[in-house]
Structure formats: C-alpha cells, structure tokens
Nanobody
Framework: QVQLVESGGGSVQAGGSLRLSCVAS????????VAWLRQVPGKEREGVGT????????RYADSVEGRFTISQDSAKTTFALEMNNLKSEDSATYYC???????????????????WGLGAQVTVSS
C-alpha cells in the first residue's frame, strides 16, 4: 500500500519561494508516476507537474513552467516541489499523488491517481 505524506507550504508574498516535500512509502512499482496537483475551492483539481521515478523525467503545466521544479532523492522516496517567483494565482491546496502510470501517461493532464496525500496549503499574497 502506497502512502504519501506532504510537508512544507505556508504563506509568502508574491515573488517569493516555497518548498513542498512528499515522502512516499510502499512498492515503488505502484508509484512510478508521482504528481503534484493543486486545487482551489470551487474549482477543479489541476495538475502542476509530474515525475516518472524510473528515469526522473519531469513535466510541468504551462502555468508553472520555468518557476516550479520537481525533484526526487536517490532513494526515490522523497519528492520535492520547489516553487519560485510565486504569484497570487498559485495559492491553493497542493497534493502529492501517485500511481503506476507508464512514462507516456505520467503527465499533468492526468488527475485520477490512486494514491493521495492529505494536502498542504500554499498562500501567496500580492
């Protein structure tokens, strides 16, 4: 059984930076695709970025490309989301999610992951 635990987040002014971490446990094969998604109340959950843990391939939503970076540690159990040059529209609850998706399917367009963390709040004030 895969479990995901997020940490980090908080409040920051526009232009600032924050880091989220996601610690994963359980079979690596069941969490080959790790994703960060975010949701604002009243809106649909949207993909922010993904990492295919087998080869470290990352993909990002256009809205965060060049500002956000996903990385993994050598054990492939801790995944970080570095967020720079934050904007007010980045304010949301951020979730770590995982599933066994293939490299080609592991993308920000996918939102139906089997495993989810509880979420971490990010608030950006302008």
């Amino acid at each position: 059984q895969v479990q995901l635990v997020e940490s980090g987040g908080g409040s920051v002014q526009a232009g600032g930076s924050l880091r989220l971490s996601c610690v994963a446990s359980g079979p690596a094969n069941d969490r080959r695709c790790v994703a960060w998604l975010r949701q604002v109340p009243g809106k649909e959950r949207e993909g922010v970025g993904t990492i295919y843990i087998v080869d470290g391939n990352t993909r990002y939503a256009d809205s965060v490309e060049g500002r956000f970076t996903i990385s993994q540690d050598s054990a492939k159990t801790t995944f970080a989301l570095e967020m720079n040059n934050l904007k007010s529209e980045d304010s949301a609850t951020y979730y770590c999610a995982a599933d066994l998706w293939t490299r080609g399917y592991c993308s920000v367009q996918v939102t139906d992951f089997r495993y989810w963390g509880l979420g971490a709040q990010v608030t950006v004030s302008s």
